[in-house]
């Protein structure tokens, strides 16, 4: 990615950075001289040469064993160069997944037609940040394949790499490393909140559809991308909402967002519209061809790993995942039951909380652009809310204010990280900008202030106000 920029009337390129490459190991697939080949799972780009492939793995290989001299619970997670960054995790025993991103650069043209000269900002990348995102590269991998050791265990280690090469050919074309940001480290559910009649439809929907599906073992309701009702754990329905709001969403934007007089389908049953369609599965029940076939996932892999059918419904902006087990064949009777029983209540569903939605908006009055910005986390229920970020596309959730802003963010998360005890930190940035973070009680707020005059005392008072009106019962600190 460039960003071409003027300088002193020439123009000067930014490179943001860029993945160089991505391999999976395992060193005692390939413990004697002559097999170091077969400690490699899998190694993105796959054209490399494979002296190259193997004189890679074996550095990492040697990075991690001589870090672990020093400390030997504790290996290396990174390396620093001045040209690029090398992030190491080990999910599971003796499984290494490495990621090397190249640092952001800026090219400066010469003069005299010499060669341009090349400046690399070693220290714009925050290790919390490209860590999490590797992290989350096993997360997804496990919930959809399970883990490394159970491929090994069904079918051999041909089996893992065939997995592996299947799902990251895929994965890694829908990271964007240039957007990852705080957000990233986070991994929260963004929650709707909803007035308490509405909350308890939703309930009472839940309860009917599982007690007339019985097949049905854990269910998620979702509105907007938001998250309403999960009989799923957290740390599970935290990966599946990431599938669900940068991966399938997205795929299937709704033409009906353009008003409701438009359905995809409207067919009577009883007095009603129905609007439901399934995202995942056959994508019409009156082809006769059809398939019922449903992508499969694992959770719980922790404990005793369950293996599920993800079944995903959709009626204009409400979304309900139905999870069944895989053990059980999926039939056209069974879709077409969930469809009659599902679509209309789902489809009234949808217009009570689009009706609660609408009002929420009109008593909180016009949008208009604020004097602050804020990041609030919550490490108990993974509740996130951000007024940074711009809606979540299949590409990238983009923010709406500078990279070095984001970078401060990221520094202070990284000082949190450090100590138990709540603090505060208030940052003045070159740009006039004031940020401040606030951790308290497992909960974080970070708020970006534009006011250029203010001065220490003003931007606490500002906070506090914030706290007061949008945090009331959140914030105890003085």
Known sequence: MISPRMASGMQEKQYTPSLLSFFIYNPKFGPREGEEEKKILFYHPSEVEKNEKIRNVGLCEAI?????????????????????????????????????????????????????????QEEELLDSVYGAVLQQCYSMYKIFNSTFNRAVETGGVELLIQKLEKFFY?????????????????????????????????????????????????????????????????????????????????????PELAGRDSPLRPEVMGNLLHYGRFLTGPATLKDPDAKFRFPKIFVNTEDRSEELHLIVYKAMSAAVCFMINASVELTREFCEQMD?????????LASDICEQYNINRRISGPEKEPQFKFIYFNHMNLAEKSTIHMRKTAGASLSSVHPDLMKILGDI??????????????????????????????????????????????????????????????????
């Not at 480290?185 to 909350?199: E, Q």
Request: glycine residues 2%.
């Open 64 to 120: 991690v064993q001589f870090t672990r001299t020093f400390c030997p619970r504790k290996p290396a997670k990174s390396l620093h160069t001045q040209k690029n960054r090398q992030f190491f995790l080990e999910p599971e025993e003796n499984f290494w997944m490495v990621m090397v991103v190249r640092n952001p650069m800026i090219e400066k043209p010469n003069k005299d037609g010499k060669p341009p000269t090349v400046e690399y």
């Open 170 to 254: 895929r994965y890694l074309q829908t990271i964007h490393l240039q957007s990852c940001d705080l957000l990233d480290v986070f991994g929260g559910i963004s929650f709707l909140p909803l007035d308490k009649m509405t909350y308890l439809k939703i309930q009472s929907f839940v309860n009917k559809v599982e007690e007339n599906l019985s097949l049905v073992k854990y269910t998620a309701f979702l509105y907007n991308d938001q998250l309403i009702w999960s009989g799923l754990e957290q740390d599970d329905m935290r990966i599946l909402y990431k599938y669900l709001t940068t991966s399938l969403f997205p795929r299937h934007s709704e």
């Open 340 to 348: 009659a029983l599902v679509g209309p209540q789902l489809t009234l």
């Open 413 to 478: 998360n990284c000082d949190f990280a450090r100590v138990d005890e709540d603090e505060e930190i208030i940052v003045k940035a070159m740009t006039d900008y004031w940020v401040v973070g606030k951790k308290s009680d497992q909960r974080e707020l970070y708020v970006i202030l534009n006011q250029k005059n203010a001065n220490l005392i003003e931007v606490n008072d500002e906070v506090k106000r914030l706290c007061s009106t949008q945090f009331n019962n959140i914030f105890f600190l003085d």
